[in-house]
């Protein structure tokens, strides 16, 4: 079985500063790792996600995660933040069966 | 850009009575998925279907709940009777298949309040 732990559950940030949210997973077999996004009163969206080969990933809105496989960790990081950043983060973690989320992080973005 | 549909968005009902939501898969998805959303918490699978197929409803409290996916394309999640604990966000996603590298896609949800 998988688990997804965030560290984090709030994250205030102040615009243009960087910003990480922290994930570490537990697995006994290999896994895909995924962040998704979720703004008020939306479903969630796919941010970025490492299947295999490099072990860093990024989304076309300049999230970036690197797969750590001696820590077991996925951390999010982006180097300079928007308002429009403020939504809730879910990591995600999928062995050989479902989809298991982390508890989300709210990333709130002040001017 | 195609998308899942939800509906309704929101719901309000009574403790006791019966309620029941509707998704509306991306054309061509074989694999749907109903999670709950508990406030303050991620989304938790309740049932995953391929085609018309259960494939896992291993937390899918079958004595209240029931779901189903008659002609492998849009699906109903029904609760009866609805308890104060059932409140919360219940969110269809679909996909391609089965394999974890096939991306779900989520549709709005649907919010939940039992009172």
């Known amino acids: 079985a998988q688990s997804v732990t965030q560290l984090d559950s709030q994250v205030p940030v102040f615009e243009e500063a960087p910003v990480e949210l922290r994930c570490n997973y537990s697995?006994?077999?290999?896994?895909?790792l995924f962040w998704y996004v979720q703004y008020p009163n939306q479903g969630l969206q796919l941010l970025l996600k490492y299947l295999s080969g490099s072990t860093l990933v990024e989304s076309i809105n300049g999230f970036e995660a690197e797969f750590n496989k001696s820590q077991t960790s996925f951390h999010l990081r982006k180097p300079s933040v928007h308002i429009s950043d403020t939504a809730e983060y879910f990591c995600?973690?999928?062995?050989?069966?479902?989809?298991?989320f982390g508890t989300g992080t709210r990333l709130q973005v002040f001017p | 850009e195609a998308e899942v549909a939800q509906s309704p968005r929101y719901k309000i009902t009574e403790k006791s009575q019966a309620v029941a939501f509707w998704c509306d898969p991306i054309s061509g998805h074989a694999t749907l998925y109903w999670y709950r959303q508990i406030l303050g918490q991620g989304p938790e699978l309740l049932v995953q279907?391929?085609?018309?197929?259960?494939?896992?409803d291993s937390q899918l409290p079958k004595d209240r709940f029931s779901a189903e996916r008659l002609k492998g394309v849009d699906s109903t999640l029904k609760i009866q009777p609805a308890e104060l604990g059932d409140s919360a966000m219940y969110l269809c996603?679909?996909?391609?298949?089965?394999?974890?590298?096939?991306?779900?896609?989520f549709g709005p949800g649907t919010r939940l309040t039992v009172t």
């Open positions: 996603a679909s996909s391609l298949g089965q394999q974890p590298s096939y991306e779900q896609y």
């Open positions: 995600a973690v999928r062995g050989t069966d479902k989809l298991i």
């Open positions: 697995s006994s077999v290999s896994v895909y």
């Open positions: 279907f391929q085609d018309e197929s259960v494939v896992d």
